[in-house]
């Protein structure tokens, strides 16, 4: 079956890099997606790679892609304190119109 | 501008007194989802309706039903509400349908149980 699994915490320092893991268990995805969720509000997608690429770069944003290990990171470059939220990793490998989420990554930027 | 509106963001009921959760969108997709939330936990699945055609999680507890009278408005009744249903709950959209795509998320509606 399919699982996401995330760690639950990171604590950086404002201007450090963030590097938030992720390992998935099903390759089939065609994507992978990263979710952000600010306090009190819905999730909203962050970014997203497909699955033949090995990284992708966004700005402050990279995701590198480990097919070998079924392994995904989000790095952010420069972390400010309005990066201060929940990143879920996602996998639509749940089956027809699903997404499979993972239990989230607590970042906190402390200055 | 809001796509997806969740009401009322903020629920209170009593141990078995009946809840309705609603979920409206001006996106015009076809799939529309719902997910629970408990605190540190990921977002699981419910349900989800692809049009009209209603998708049941095999682990969703009967005590959940949805109805979706037409595109824009789906809901979510939870029957008797244990102190277990007390969550966030969070409604999505979806234009794609296969591989999911981006999900667009409301702000969900928190649930309290007595």
């Known amino acids: 079956g399919e699982d996401v699994e995330q760690s639950l915490f990171l604590s950086v320092r404002e201007g450090d890099s963030s590097v938030i893991n992720c390992t998935y268990t099903d390759s089939s995805s065609t994507y992978l997606y990263w979710y952000k969720q600010e306090p009190g509000a819905g999730l909203q997608l962050l970014t997203y790679?497909?699955?033949?690429?090995d990284m992708k770069q966004d700005q402050r944003l990279t995701v590198l892609l480990n097919k070998k290990d079924k392994h995904l990171s989000l790095r952010i470059a420069d972390t400010q304190t309005g990066d201060s939220a929940i990143y879920f990793c996602a996998d639509p490998s749940g089956g027809y119109n699903k997404l499979i989420f993972g239990a989230g990554t607590r970042l906190a930027v402390h200055p | 501008d809001a796509m997806v509106i969740q009401n009322p963001r903020y629920q209170v009921t009593q141990f078995g007194k009946p809840v309705t959760l609603s979920c409206s969108q001006t996106l015009n997709h076809n799939v529309m989802y719902w997910y629970q939330q408990k605190s540190s936990q990921a977002p699981k699945l419910l349900f989800h309706?692809?049009?009209?055609?209603?998708?049941n999680e095999a682990d969703t507890p009967d005590n959940f039903q949805s109805r979706r009278p037409n595109t824009s408005f789906c809901f979510l009744d939870i029957r008797s509400p244990g102190l277990g249903d007390a969550a966030m709950y969070l409604c999505?959209?979806?234009?794609?349908?296969?591989?999911?795509?981006?999900?667009?998320f409301g702000e969900g509606s928190r649930l309290t149980v007595l």
């Open positions: 790679i497909f699955s033949n690429m």
């Open positions: 999505a959209t979806s234009a794609r349908t296969g591989d999911a795509g981006e999900l667009f």
């Open positions: 309706y692809y049009d009209k055609d209603f998708n």
